[in-house]
């Protein structure tokens, strides 16, 4: 089972250009800071897509081990993990946010 | 735990860490981590958030530190945006 949580996790990040694992849903957040980080990133008018490391066995457990990266919400920008709430509203202060988002959607390779 | 301590296990990982530790509850367990320091030079904020992590790691597991926020800086940043700290933000699970 664990296997597949994990080919999972890496098929998700791989084929989505921008990738949130998250407390609840983007209509439904379970953690502020989850919803904070789904606000900022819509902000920017592109699609992405998220998944509810509440709903399933696995992920909450299994993300964290992948990515070296202890706590959720976790945003993927064309399959590499950027950071979590603070790193993408920091990267937001600094201007570098919409210009790596942009540049996920330039690039030819890789379906949303 | 107290600030000078996580100060020391920063340094023993980052050798020439400016660190500044805030105990953001009084419970000495909600640590902010302010680690200014030339070995984040290029690298990406969550390279520069993993090594701090990393230095604290063994309180984190053994439950000693339940929380930690961290800003990090290179000493050219810090030149930059002498201002930047001023907004703290509470960040965590």
């Known amino acids: 089972m664990t296997q597949n949580v994990i080919e999972q996790i890496k098929s998700d990040i791989q084929s989505n250009k921008i990738l949130i694992y998250m407390k609840g849903t983007p209509e439904a957040p ?3 800071f989850s919803a904070a980080t789904v606000e900022l990133i819509k902000s920017f008018g592109h699609p992405f897509a998220t998944r509810d490391i509440l709903a399933g066995p696995g992920l909450r ?3 964290p081990k992948l990515t070296n990266w202890p706590t ?3 945003v993927f920008v064309s399959g590499k993990l950027i950071g979590g709430c603070d790193i993408v509203h920091e990267m937001h202060e600094r201007g570098e946010l919409e210009p790596l988002l942009a540049e996920a ?3 030819p390779n890789k379906s949303t | 735990m107290e600030p000078q301590e996580i100060e020391r296990l920063v340094q023993e990982t980052i050798r020439d860490a400016e660190v500044r530790v805030s ?3 009084g419970t000495g367990d909600h640590f902010e981590i302010v680690v200014v320091s030339d070995s984040f030079r290029g690298k ?3 390279e520069q958030h993993q090594l701090v992590q990393a ?3 063994s309180a984190l597991d053994d439950g000693r530190i339940h929380a930690i926020q961290i800003r990090t800086a290179t000493k050219e940043d810090k030149a930059k945006r002498q201002s930047a700290d001023d907004g703290l933000r509470i960040v965590g699970e």
């Open chain 1, 30 to 32: 379970q953690c502020g």
């Open chain 1, 72 to 74: 959720f919400p976790q």
């Open chain 2, 23 to 25: 105990d953001l509850t």
């Open chain 1, 105 to 107: 959607f330039n690039s």
């Open chain 1, 61 to 63: 457990e299994q993300v």
């Open chain 2, 44 to 46: 990406t904020l969550i």
């Open chain 2, 55 to 57: 230095s604290v790691k």
